[in-house]
């Protein structure tokens, strides 16, 4: 069963709007949690994280919310460029595991 | 450029060949990682090494074996694969424990292996 999901396989949204990825997660242990950003033929890059303690954290155009009540955490994207279509994957950090426990990505296209 | 190459980029084998994955990393960490990602589905991962030792190994089959030799370079041999073995492998790197306690690994690039 996994533990973290991305329900939506694919998203597009049009230059300057917003971008809003979510994930959902099972673990209540989690200690933060991370987005990483893929391009095709390059590695996942990390891209920003939050720790569970925290319920927003920006960076820039990225920003993330943690909804630990629902185990829910979003990425937004303001404004969204073509440059960021990509696929993004949510991951959750469990200290005790020593583990990074991946979603299964959303693919993001903006659109010119 | 994250710091984390692997090689070869892709690979095509048989059932019957013996092949190795190569990754390196030049940015100081100490823990390494294999992940195996297939299409549409999450990175799987199958195998940390902190300090040179392995200290997790997810129920991976005995086809794929890990080697690492220095913290530096890890290796995944590959011998008698299945067609589903197919997917894109992908080497980590990350300080361990974590400074700041993110544990934010950085990823080489992947092999794209076929299984024929």
């Known amino acids: 069963d996994q533990q973290v999901k991305q329900n939506s396989p694919s998203l597009s949204v049009q230059e300057g709007r917003i971008s809003i990825l979510n994930c959902d997660y099972t673990n209540s242990m989690f200690d933060y949690f991370l987005w990483y950003k893929k391009y095709p033929a390059e590695g996942p890059t990390f891209l920003i994280s939050?720790?569970?303690?925290?319920d927003k954290n920006e960076d820039g155009r990225f920003t993330v919310f943690l909804n630990k009540s629902a185990k829910h955490l979003s990425l937004h994207i303001v404004p969204s460029q073509p440059g960021d279509s990509a696929v993004y994957f949510c991951?959750?950090?469990?200290?005790?595991?020593?583990?990074?426990?991946f979603g299964s990505g959303t693919q993001l296209t903006v659109l010119p | 450029e994250t710091g984390v190459t692997q090689t070869p980029r892709h690979l095509v084998m048989g059932m019957t060949n013996k092949k190795s994955l190569k990754c390196e990393q030049h940015?100081?960490?100490?823990?390494m990682y294999w992940y195996k990602q297939s299409a549409k589905k999450p990175l799987e991962l199958m195998f940390v090494y902190s300090l040179e030792e392995r200290v997790e190994n997810n129920s991976v089959p005995s086809r794929f074996s890990p080697e690492c030799p220095n913290s530096s370079h890890l290796f995944l041999h590959l011998h008698t694969l299945q067609p589903e073995d197919s997917a894109l492998y992908l080497c980590a790197s990350s300080q361990d424990p974590p400074s700041g306690g993110i544990n934010e690994q950085f990823f080489g690039p992947g092999t794209r292996l076929t299984v024929l």
């Open positions: 939050i720790s569970s303690i925290k």
């Open positions: 940015l100081g960490h100490n823990a």
């Open positions: 991951a959750a950090f469990s200290g005790s595991a020593r583990q990074l426990t």
